[in-house]
Each structure stands twice: as structure tokens, then as C-alpha cells.
T-cell receptor, first 110, second 113 residues
Framework: KQEVTQIPAALSVPEGENLVLNCSFT??????LQWFRQDPGKGLTSLLL?????REQTSGRLNASLDKSSGRSTLYIAASQPGDSATYLC?????????FGAGTTVTVRA | SQTIHQWPATLVQPVGSPLSLECTVE??????LYWYRQAAGRGLQLLFY??????ISSEVPQNLSASRPQDRQFILSSKKLLLSDSGFYLC????????????FGPGTRLTVT
């Protein structure tokens, strides 16, 4: 059974600081890894998808890396802004389903 | 462009009452459809997925059921709600391989009292 862990569970940083969010998974036989953002009481917004054959994916201030062999992914958010405050979830795809981590709740202080 | 709708947005139901949550997708054909539940303080749990009309796979044994009467419609039901059914229910869709990128709806907040 795939287990996905996200550390830390919560993070508070001042505006402008870079954010580093970690995700680890136990079974390296994955098809892809997705990072999502969830605002309180809302659905999930897909941020980045990394195929299993890729090492990283970038979108604007977001960069996600994937090391499938070690079961790790990292989401970097450059120059954080108060609008980046949200819960960030990673999910790995395999065996016809997504397995989610519990998320990292980020607060960016103005 | 593709859009996913869920309703109702919020629901408060007494224990033992029935449940019906609906999800529809616009702008795509033959989507894979999914129901997830997010309980307080816990991660998302896949409940059901469907790769076509009438085809439902259950991930977790429980008192919930799902149906797909039309290509782009997915319904989550229960005959008798339990307190433990409270949570945030999310519908999602993908196209192509079931392992492809998933897109989520706005969710339904269910409180069972």
C-alpha cells in the first residue's frame, strides 16, 4: 500500500522568503506525481504534474522536483506572497488511483 | 474548456437519513470520474472511481454507493447516513489513462448530526 508523507505539517514564513515543501512516498512504482493547492473550504487546484520519467517541472514561481528512486518530491515556491497561504497537497498516481499526503499548511506573513 | 460542478455546496443531514450528491462534468467526453472524502484532520481518501457508464469501482467498504447514469454524471448515495460520514466530498475527473492528471470540483461539505 502506498504511503505518502508531507513534512512539515505547517509552515509560517515572512513575505519574500522561499518556501520548500517536502513529500515522500513508499512505493516508487508511480506513474506521476501531482502537487495541489487547497484554500480553506475549497476544492483542489492542480499546480504541477510531474511524469515518472521527468526530474522536475516548473510553472512561474513554482518548481517541483521528483526523485522516484528515493521516493521524494520537493515543491519550491520562490519569493512567497501572502496569497500563497494555503494547504499544499502532494499525490502520487499508481494502481489506478491517487494516494494523497495529509498536506502542508503554509502561512505567509505580510 | 472543461468545468466540473458539484451540488449541493453544503448539506446538514440527520443520522439515518438518505444522501445524494451529484457531480457533472462539462466540455469533455468519456471522462474517468472519482469521488473522494476529506475528513477533518485527515488526507483525501478515494471512495469510488468510474471509467465508463455503469462501471463503478469501490475502494473502501462502507455504507456509501456510487452510480454513473450518464457519461458525465456521477452520483454518491447513501440509504442511511452515519455520524462518521461527515466530511468534505470532492468529485474529480481525468481523461485518457486513469493515472493521468486529475481535476477537482468545488466540493460538498456534509455534516451529519
Amino acid at each position: 500500500k502506498q504511503e505518502v508523507t508531507q513534512i512539515p505539517a505547517a509552515l509560517s514564513v515572512p513575505e519574500g522568503e522561499n518556501l520548500v515543501l517536502n513529500c515522500s512516498f513508499t512505493d516508487s512504482a508511480i506513474y506521476n506525481l501531482q502537487w495541489f493547492r487547497q484554500d480553506p473550504g475549497k476544492g483542489l487546484t492542480s499546480l504541477l504534474l510531474i511524469q515518472s520519467s521527468q526530474r522536475e517541472q516548473t510553472s512561474g514561481r513554482l518548481n517541483a522536483s521528483l526523485d522516484k528512486s528515493s521516493g521524494r518530491s520537493t515543491l519550491y515556491i520562490a519569493a512567497s506572497q501572502p496569497g500563497d497561504s494555503a494547504t499544499y497537497l502532494c499525490a502520487v498516481s499508481g494502481d489506478y488511483k491517487l494516494s494523497f499526503g495529509a498536506g502542508t499548511t503554509v502561512t505567509v506573513r505580510a | 474548456s472543461q468545468t466540473i460542478h458539484q451540488w449541493p455546496a453544503t448539506l446538514v443531514q440527520p443520522v439515518g437519513s438518505p444522501l445524494s450528491l451529484e457531480c457533472t462534468v462539462e466540455g469533455t467526453s468519456n471522462p474517468n470520474l472519482y469521488w473522494y472524502r476529506q475528513a477533518a484532520g485527515r488526507g483525501l481518501q478515494l471512495l469510488f472511481y468510474s471509467v465508463g457508464i455503469g462501471q463503478i469501482s469501490s475502494e473502501v467498504p462502507q455504507n456509501l454507493s456510487a452510480s454513473r447514469p450518464q457519461d458525465r454524471q456521477f452520483i454518491l448515495s447513501s440509504k442511511k447516513l452515519l455520524l462518521s460520514d461527515s466530511g468534505f466530498y470532492l468529485c474529480a475527473w481525468s481523461v485518457g489513462s486513469i493515472d493521468y492528471e486529475q481535476y477537482f470540483g468545488p466540493g460538498t461539505r456534509l455534516t451529519v448530526t
